[in-house]
C-alpha cells in the first residue's frame, strides 16, 4: 500500500453549475436563457431532455448544503443563473433570484464551506442571443453590467470568484462545432465569441478589483492531452496544434498579452480572423490571483491530412473509457498541469473540474460506482505527482456533486458522487461520495 498525502492547505471542493442542476426555470422570475431555447429545440439533446427541473436543487438547495457539509469539503463551486439575477440586460435586478443565491451562501457559510462563485456558465440570457449573442460586444458590456452588480451583492461574503467557465466550449463547441448552444457552425463565429468572452472575462476583472479588493478573481479554461503517436515532428506538430487550440488560445491573451500566431495562421487560411480592438488586450491580460483547470481525458493523436482544422487525428483505441466515451487518461493530467506551468510560471492553480462520468443505478440503497474511485485515485496520484513537482496546486474540486443535466446528453450520463433519482429527485450517495469524504477529512488516501 502507498499512501498518497496531500500538502495541509490544499482545498477540498465539489462543483456544479445553475443550468444543471437548479431546475425551476420558469420560477422565481427567471428568464430564458439559451439553454433553454437549444434545449426544446427538438434534435439537439439526447431524448430531448432539458433543464427544466434538472435536480431541482433550486427547492432543495438545504439538502444539498447538509450533503456537502457531510461530504467535510471545504469549498462549493456553483453558478449563478445570469438570467435568473438580472431582470433585463440593463443592470436592473431580480430581487427573488437575488434571494435565492444570498441564503444559499448563508447556508455555505454557515456550514464552514467557502463559496465559490462562477458568473458564467453558460447560460445566457436569451434576450443577448437574440442581439448576436456572444458575437455581439454589447453583450461584454451586459455581462460587466451583471459582474458588478454580483460583486455588489455578493462580495462582502464571497471572496473567490470565477468569471468564465471553459471559454473554448462556450465559443469554439458551441458556434464552430455547434453541439452546444446556441448551436451554430460558423468558424469566425467560434472566434469572435472566444473573443469577446476573454473581453468579458477581462472587463470582470477589471471591476471587481475596485468593488471586492480583498477577493480573488480567475478563469476556467479546460484542456485535454494529446500524446503524439509518434517521435515524428508531424505526429509532434499536429498535437501541439490541437492543444494550443485549447491551451494557448485562451492562456496566451490572459497571461501574455497576444494570440498564438501559428493559430492564427491557420485561421487565416479558413477566411477565419481574430478581431482585436485597442485596448481589449490589455483589458484581457490584467494579473489574475488563479487558474482554473478542468480536465477530465485525454488520448494518443497523430497527424492526418485535411482531417479537421489541424490535420490531427485522435486515437481513442486502446484505453478505458468512462460512459460518456472519453478515454481514462491520467498521465494526461500530470502532463498538462506541468506543462502550463512551464508555460506560464507560478499562477496558483485551482483544478476547478475533475470527475468521471459511470451510469451506476442505486440497488439496495447503495450505489457501488468502483470506476469512479479509480478514475479520482488515479488522477488524484497524478495531481499529487504534479504538486510535488512544483506546480502551485492550491485546491481540487470534483465534478461533479451530484448527477445532473449533462448539456447535449441530456440526463442519460451521470458524472455524480451523489445519485439522483430524476422522477422523485431523492439524492443518494454512492461510495465514490463515501470515498471522497474519507479523502476530504483525512488529506490522503491509500492506493
Ligand atoms: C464540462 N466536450 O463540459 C462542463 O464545465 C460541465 O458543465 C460538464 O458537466 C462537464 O465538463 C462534464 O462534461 C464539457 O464535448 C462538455 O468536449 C463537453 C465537452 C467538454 C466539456
Not at 501541439?240 to 497571461?255: G, H, N, S
Not at 488522477?379 to 496546486?393: N, Y
Request: hydrophobic share 35%; aromatic share 14%; proline share 4%.
Amino acid at each position: 500500500m502507498t499512501t498518497i498525502q496531500f500538502p495541509k492547505d490544499l482545498k477540498w471542493g465539489a462543483a456544479t453549475a445553475a443550468y444543471q442542476i437548479e431546475g425551476a426555470a420558469n420560477k422565481g422570475g427567471r428568464r430564458p436563457s439559451i439553454w433553454d431555447t437549444f434545449s426544446h429545440t427538438p434534435g439537439n439533446v439526447k431524448n430531448g431532455d432539458n433543464g427544466d427541473e434538472a435536480c431541482d436543487s433550486y427547492h432543495r438547495y438545504e439538502e444539498d448544503v447538509q450533503i456537502l457539509k457531510e461530504l467535510g469539503v471545504d469549498v462549493y463551486r456553483f453558478s449563478i443563473s445570469w438570467p435568473r439575477v438580472m431582470k433585463d440586460d440593463e443592470g436592473t435586478l431580480n430581487p427573488e433570484g437575488i434571494a435565492y443565491y444570498r441564503t444559499l451562501i448563508q447556508s455555505l457559510i454557515t456550514e464552514g464551506i467557502e463559496p465559490i462563485i462562477t458568473l458564467y456558465h453558460w447560460d445566457l440570457p436569451q434576450t443577448l442571443q437574440d442581439i448576436g449573442g456572444w458575437e455581439n460586444r454589447e453583450t461584454v458590456n451586459a455581462f460587466q453590467t451583471y459582474a458588478e452588480a454580483m460583486f455588489r451583492e455578493f462580495g462582502d461574503s464571497v471572496k473567490k470568484w470565477i468569471t468564465i467557465n471553459e471559454p473554448w466550449c462556450a465559443s469554439f463547441l458551441s458556434n464552430y462545432i455547434g453541439v452546444h448552444a446556441p448551436g451554430k457552425q460558423d468558424l469566425q463565429a467560434g472566434i469572435d465569441v472566444a473573443h469577446h468572452l476573454l473581453l468579458a472575462h477581462g472587463r470582470a476583472v477589471e471591476s471587481f478589483r475596485g468593488m471586492v479588493p480583498d477577493g480573488e478573481i480567475g478563469y476556467a479554461p479546460n484542456a485535454d492531452w494529446l500524446e503524439p503517436y509518434s517521435n515524428s515532428q508531424e505526429d509532434i506538430d499536429a498535437c501541439k496544434r490541437d492543444m494550443q487550440w485549447k491551451i494557448e488560445w485562451f492562456m496566451d491573451p490572459v497571461f501574455k498579452g497576444e494570440y498564438p500566431a501559428l493559430l492564427q495562421d491557420i485561421f487565416a487560411k479558413h477566411n477565419a480572423y481574430v478581431k482585436v480592438e485597442e485596448g481589449d488586450l490589455e483589458t484581457i491580460s490584467q494579473p489574475i490571483d488563479f487558474m482554473g483547470i478542468n480536465y477530465y481525458s485525454g488520448s494518443i493523436a497523430r497527424h492526418k491530412k485535411d482531417n479537421g482544422l489541424f490535420d490531427v487525428e485522435a486515437i481513442w483505441d486502446g484505453y478505458d473509457k468512462t460512459d460518456i466515451g472519453w478515454p481514462v487518461y491520467p498521465e494526461g493530467f500530470y502532463n498538462l498541469l506541468t506543462h502550463i506551468h512551464q508555460l506560464y510560471g507560478d499562477v496558483p492553480i485551482y483544478i476547478t473540474e475533475n470527475g468521471a462520468c459511470y451510469n451506476h443505478e442505486v440497488e439496495n440503497g447503495m450505489v457501488n460506482d468502483q470506476e469512479r474511485i479509480d478514475y479520482l485515485k488515479q488522477h488524484l496520484t497524478a495531481l499529487h505527482r504534479a504538486i510535488k513537482s512544483g506546480v502551485p496546486i492550491k485546491g481540487y474540486i470534483l465534478w461533479s456533486l451530484m448527477d445532473n443535466f449533462e448539456w447535449a446528453e441530456g440526463y442519460s450520463k451521470r458524472f455524480g458522487i451523489v445519485h439522483v433519482n430524476y422522477r422523485t429527485f431523492e439524492r443518494t450517495k454512492k461510495e465514490s461520495y463515501y470515498w471522497y469524504q474519507k479523502v476530504t477529512h483525512n488529506n490522503w488516501f491509500e492506493l
